[in-house]
């Protein structure tokens, strides 16, 4: 099956700083997602990308759909505590099933 | 909210024993999903659904299965349930905006 390779595995940041994790895959989608899990939750969808190319932003939060549609990053910009928690990208060929990375884990240190 | 809950929230059984869980949405969605997520593993897909008794394999589907004899609800059964099968269990559903999928709160089982 498809294979999405997410990194980093897991992140310490300092507060403010700026954070960039990044997924990439052997096969191309059709649809990039992000999600955020807190713990004991489910996770819950930050940002999607429909098109190649598409830089998309939601408050601190920006995303891009690789040209190539084998490859999506997201950037969360002046970090706080509340950004904790893990990051999961997903990619989308067909209409009914996503393929998820394996997350990363961000630490924001105070 | 995407209007999904999930019951029961924690579940301790023990091996050979059947257990259901079940999904209920409020959104009257085609698609619902069912995983599994485990350490090192992500989230990976068991069953879904694409409309009442309309369901199909995941990547994941070994030793469950699924019924949905409404809409709104979506049942995962382990018949006889195994250690290997102690996870979170996640439903999902398909919003209408392209092909964005929402999570429920999950379910914890431990399988003694």
């Known amino acids: 099956g498809q294979q999405l390779n997410q990194s980093p595995q897991s992140m310490f940041i300092q507060e403010g700083e700026d954070v960039s994790m990044n997924c990439t895959s052997s096969s191309i989608f059709n649809t990039w997602l992000w999600y955020k899990q807190d713990p004991g939750e489910g996770p819950v969808l930050l940002i999607a990308?429909?098109?190649?190319?598409e830089l998309t932003s939601n408050g601190r939060l920006t995303a891009q759909f690789g040209i190539t549609r084998k490859d999506s990053f997201l950037n969360i910009s002046a970090s706080i505590p509340s950004d904790v928690g893990i990051y999961f990208c997903?990619?989308?060929?067909?209409?009914?099933?996503?393929?998820f990375g394996s997350g990363t884990q961000l630490t924001v240190l105070p | 909210d995407a209007g999904i809950t999930q019951s029961p929230r924690h579940k301790v059984t023990e091996t050979g024993t059947p257990v259901t869980l079940r999904c209920h949405q409020t959104e009257n969605h085609r698609y619902m999903y069912w995983y599994r997520q485990d350490p090192g593993h992500g989230l990976r897909l068991i069953h879904y659904s694409y409309g009442v008794k309309d369901t199909d394999k995941g990547e994941v589907s070994d030793g469950y299965s699924v019924s949905r004899s409404k809409t709104e609800d979506f049942l995962l059964t382990l018949e006889s349930a195994t250690s290997s099968q102690t996870s979170v269990y996640f439903c999902?559903?398909?919003?209408?905006?392209?092909?964005?999928?929402?999570f429920g709160p999950g379910t914890r089982l431990l399988v003694l």
């Open positions: 999902a559903i398909r919003g209408l905006a392209g092909e964005t999928q929402y």
């Open positions: 990308l429909y098109k190649a190319g």
């Open positions: 997903a990619g989308q060929l067909t209409a009914r099933q996503l393929t």
